[in-house]
């Protein structure tokens, strides 16, 4: 089955500066690419996500960047704000016909943006 | 319109006791997922069910079970809990997957603590 690899497990930056998140997976299968955020007593949160046919996608302060060949993707949050403090997950999931949903989840990134 | 809902929030059991846990995925959602999340282990997929029916199915004993109903409401079931079952159990709604994977949308879960 799928391995989704995440690095780093913890990541400290000062606000303002640029937060990276780097995952890796293992199934050539797999072309959708979902980010999630989830504060404490939440549920995960779905903040962006990417299709195998596209290499990057933006959305305001966050961006995801895919590489299908060497079999990373990576979330990229500029400008940080302390609000952005939580623990960020990768997913991978194969996408075609009648496959349904079946995500295979990074071990996740706890981010803290120091005021 | 509303999110994905979870009853109970909070639960305690007993070893040995069995569990029901509920998911009322978001209006016009037919797929509803379920994930156990635990500190040492993650985020991981327990099954999927769609029209009733149970789609995908994760790497869990059958102790773990699951239904639909008609409404795309779902349950999941755990019985003779251990206490390695203690975890955040959480649901997650989709359209259809269908033509291709959609976009997952996450409930705030349901703490189960077996002692």
């Known amino acids: 089955g799928e391995n989704v690899e995440q690095h780093p497990s913890t ?27 989830q504060e ?13 046919n596209v290499g990057e996608k933006k959305d305001q302060r966050i961006a995801v960047t895919l590489n299908k060949t060497a079999k990373h993707f990576s979330l990229h949050i ?3 704000q302390p ?9 991978a999931s ?4 009648n496959t349904g949903n079946q995500f295979y989840f990074g071990t996740g990134t706890s981010l803290t943006v120091i005021p | 319109k509303a999110g994905v809902t979870q009853t109970p929030r909070y639960l305690i059991k007993t070893r040995g006791q069995q569990v029901t846990l509920s998911c009322s995925p978001i209006s016009g959602h037919r797929s509803v997922s379920w994930y156990q999340q635990t500190p040492g282990q993650g ?10 029916t149970q789609r995908n199915k994760g790497n869990f004993p059958g102790r ?8 795309s409401r779902s349950e999941m079931n755990v019985s003779t809990l251990e206490l390695g079952d203690s975890a955040l159990y959480l649901c997650a709604s989709s359209l259809e997957g269908l033509a291709g994977v959609d976009e997952q949308y996450f409930g705030p879960g349901t703490r189960l603590t077996v002692t």
Do not use: H, M
């Open chain 1, 78 to 80: 500029t400008e940080t």
């Open chain 1, 83 to 91: 609000e952005d403090s939580a623990v960020y997950f990768c997913a």
């Open chain 2, 43 to 52: 985020l991981q997929f327990l099954f999927e069910y769609f029209s009733e």
């Open chain 1, 94 to 97: 194969p996408d075609s016909l």
């Open chain 1, 11 to 37: 990541l400290s930056v000062q606000e303002g500066d640029s937060a990276v998140i780097k995952c890796t997976y293992s199934d050539s299968a797999s072309n959708y690419f979902p980010w999630y955020k």
């Open chain 1, 40 to 52: 404490l007593g939440k549920g995960p949160q779905l903040i962006i996500d990417i299709r195998s």
């Open chain 2, 64 to 71: 773990f079970s699951g239904r639909q109903f008609s409404n």
